[in-house]
C-alpha cells in the first residue's frame, strides 16, 4: 500500500512539474547533426534538427563578456537560450539568418546555452569573448 502511494504522489508531482512547464517531453530528432563545442566557443550545422540541446560554460564571475553569434536559418526556426544558473540572460528565435552579439557582467562561473530547433535547417555559430576594461 505505501508504494502505491508513493508512486501516486510521484505521477500527482509529474503531472504538475508538467503542466507548469518545467518538465518537457520533446521529440528530439537530428539528421547530419555537427558539433564542436570547445572552451569558449561552439559551431553547430545539421541539416534537420527538432529538439533541444545544452551546452555548458565556465566563464569568470564578475568579468563582462560578449556573447557573438552567426545563426543561419534555411528552414524553420532556431531558439536560443543563454542562461547562468537560475537567471536568463538572453533569448532569442532566429527564422532568418542574422548575426549580432550580447553583453553582460558573468554573475556566476557556470552558464548554460539551451539550442531550440523546430524543424529546422541550417547552422550557427557562437563564441563568448572576454571584455577587455
Do not use: W
Amino acid at each position: 500500500m505505501d508504494e502505491l502511494i508513493g508512486l501516486l504522489i510521484f505521477i500527482i508531482i509529474g503531472f504538475f512539474l508538467y503542466k507548469k512547464g518545467i518538465l518537457k517531453f520533446i521529440d528530439v530528432r537530428k539528421n547530419k547533426y555537427f558539433h564542436n563545442h570547445r572552451r569558449n566557443k561552439l559551431d553547430i550545422s545539421y541539416e534537420k534538427f527538432k529538439g533541444s540541446d545544452d551546452y555548458y560554460f565556465f566563464l569568470k564571475k564578475s568579468e563582462p563578456f560578449t556573447f557573438q553569434f552567426d545563426v543561419i536559418v534555411e528552414e524553420g526556426s532556431l531558439t536560443l537560450e543563454l542562461r547562468s544558473m537560475k537567471d536568463l540572460l538572453y533569448t532569442k528565435t532566429f527564422t532568418a539568418d542574422e548575426n549580432g552579439t550580447f553583453t553582460f557582467t558573468a554573475t556566476r562561473r557556470f552558464h548554460t546555452l539551451s539550442v531550440e530547433g523546430h524543424d529546422t535547417k541550417g547552422s550557427c555559430h557562437m563564441k563568448f569573448l572576454k571584455n577587455q576594461t
